[in-house]
């Protein structure tokens, strides 16, 4: 394709910190002008696809793809921690010591597990958020025999795809819910997600009523066991962590401004409210404080976004603000079910979902579409287009809500996806 070149008369070095779905979309988009160098820092050297992290889990994916699959030939991929950014300089240190400068600076280091604030829980109860903690799980699993109790703890889309995936294969699965069974999905799509569950033979503890509340809570694990809040012990020779998802520290160590959560705090066209070179995208974003859901959903199109905005300054025109839209959630109940809850744009569940089996075959073109989005931006850049698709009205009223209050902190609670 022919590259942009106007305008510029000396090459612009933008760094992309974070190779998931956010940055690896960003870095590919980029490449649009060839008097850009871009360099994407990433800590291991193969692309992770988190969404099949539970599958890895249950063995029937590893979750990873080559960068050479996603990744544009024109980027150069670093692979390293970044431990400091130093904005006044432009600069990034790495964990393996160097240093990167930078023209401009895109922030995508994603999510990982929230700290669990329960008694024995980070001693004893396995997380599956990133790569490592999902490989460290997978051998636990297949060496507990296989009467062992599984515990699965939180019922949002993760906790509900592992337990899934580990009943189907012929794993004693309880899920302890916390709160309701999947909280955004709509009262339908809960019953047939509770269906599917049952079926598979996973017992339920759903605290979405008095009588569920306090048994639906995990308030200590041991090695053994799981306590709920009603004093109950249940067996668990594996328990697994999946409440809610946490970000890196690495903005509010390096003095940039953060949500109450740490991820970067932006205007609408996802600029740093410091530091105009400097550009957040997916999980770790938090535009205007009105945080989207953490998701592969909303982390591709933020990831376009953070490009064109960049893309914008270096041409010296005005970036576009961000227009995110949803579509629902896509979970998967197993390798034979699964569900496509639809929602509406702004992101609030719909009546109307497809399940079963359709619902199954529908998870697996999102996942592989997924990894085909990052590709065919990698191929053309500037090809992707989702992140323009119209229909940003209420994220407008709220932000016009926002404005219109007092300045208050930032206290919106971790949705992940
Ligand atoms: C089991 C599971 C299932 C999921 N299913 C779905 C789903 O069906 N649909 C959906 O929309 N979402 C799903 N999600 C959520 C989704 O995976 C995340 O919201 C998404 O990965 C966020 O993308 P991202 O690019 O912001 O960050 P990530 O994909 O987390 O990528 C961030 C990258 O930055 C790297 N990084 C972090 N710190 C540094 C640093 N200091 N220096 C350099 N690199 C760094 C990380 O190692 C990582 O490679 C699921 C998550 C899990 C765990």
Known sequence: MAKNTKNTDVDVDVVVIGGGYAGVMAANRLTQRDDVTVTLINPRPNFVHRVRLHQLV????????DYRDVLAEDVRLVVGTVTRIDAAGRRVTLEAGGALDYDYLIYAVGS????????????????????????????IVDAAPATAAVTVVGAGPTGIETAAELAETGRNVTLVCGEVLGPYL???GRRSVAGRLAALGVTVLDGSDAAGAADAKVTAVTRDAVRLG??????????????????PDLAGRSGLST??????????????????????AGDSAAPSDLPLRMSCQAAIPLGARAADTVLSRIAGEQPSPLNQVFAGQCISL?????????????????????????????KEVVCKGI?????????????????????????????????GRDEAPATTPARAA
């Open 112 to 139: 990982g597990s929230a700290d669990p604030r329960v008694p024995g829980a980070a001693e004893f109860a396995h997380p599956i958020a990133t790569l490592e903690e999902a490989q460290r799980l997978r051998p």
């Open 259 to 280: 949500d109450a959560l740490g991820r970067l705090l932006t205007d609408e066209t996802l600029t740093s409210v410091d530091d105009e070179r400097i550009v957040a």
């Open 371 to 403: 990894v085909k989005h990052l590709a065919a931006e990698a191929r053309k850049a500037g090809s992707y287009s989702l992140h323009r698709v119209s229909g940003g009205t209420k994220r407008q009223q709220r932000l016009l809500q926002q404005a």
């Open 58 to 65: 249950g063995g029937s994916d590893d979750a990873v793809v």
């Open 186 to 188: 709509h009262p339908r």
């Open 334 to 362: 197993g390798r034979r079910a699964g569900i496509f809850q639809f929602a509406h744009r702004y992101d609030v569940a719909l009546w109307f979902h497809i399940d079963g089996r359709p619902g199954a075959k529908l």
């Open 230 to 247: 009603d004093g109950r012990e249940l067996p668990s020779q594996v328990t697994i962590w999946t409440a809610g998802f946490a970000v």
